[in-house]
């Protein structure tokens, strides 16, 4: 429990040229292998392209698309930084699991803290990489100009990229303390998180019981905030505002969950067998 409340002081000893060393390993990395780059890129491409030419038809044969444009390629975009932004976190702190080195690291002056951060810095560049062309061929090829929500796409990336973050920690913590046959559940829990934060049909849609559940998930304020922009052209700031409350309480917990499970890990010895 000591560890856990002195782990829990953010602001003491932070060492950020120890943050910065791990965020140009992860970098260093990156640049070292062109399949990685291709990848952050080819499939946000394929998704825009695809969904987008299916907003193009349904458009031209529903009269309701045809008054919300975009709102097809936006939900698109917005889910794309919010799983892209789960799984750079997760994918670079799985690289220290494949490679065995993460008891080298724990064993290190690096602070969990500032493992974590560099593990958030590293999801923002991955995203970058993957999201910019994205925007760019949906503003170019179907006229959808993401920059068009103005300042509320501030509001939504925020309030996006924190979940990400905040499930990226929790599912981080769980592959450390089993080890890497949890590894599944990084690349499968966004997928599970869809359905219910309403990606591309309004709450109203899901039976009562399951809508109760959907609004404890801060991606469906922002999605239904998108449509609500789109459709309505009005901005919820109180959506915006309870999506952030939940985050900061889910940040919270995943990051207790996550000491909670270190610990665990070095007292079962899971650390020094983590690539198994």
Known sequence: MRSLIASLELGHGLAWHRISAMVMRYWYLLLSSWPRLFELVYWPVLQVITWGFLQSYVAQNAGFFARAGGTLIGAVILW?????????????????????????????????IEFLIALMIMSLIRLAIGVVPMVLLAMVVFDFNLFGFGLPLGAFFCNLIFTSWA????????????????????????????????????VSVLPDWLQVVAWTLPPTYVFEGMRALLIDHQFRGDLMVWALGINVVLFVGAFVSFLAMLNSARRHGSLIQSGE
Request: charged content about 10%; aromatic content about 14%.
């Open 167 to 202: 499930l990226g920690i929790f599912v981080s913590g769980l592959v450390l303390r089993h080890g890497l046959g949890a590894e599944s559940i990084v690349w499968s829990l966004m997928f599970g998180v869809m359905p219910l934060a309403c990606v591309y049909y309004p």
């Open 80 to 112: 794309d930084i919010l799983f892209r932004g789960q799984l750079g976190f997760s994918i670079s702190f799985l690289e220290e699991m494949w490679a065995r080195n993460l008891g080298n690291l724990m064993m290190s002056p690096l602070k969990p």
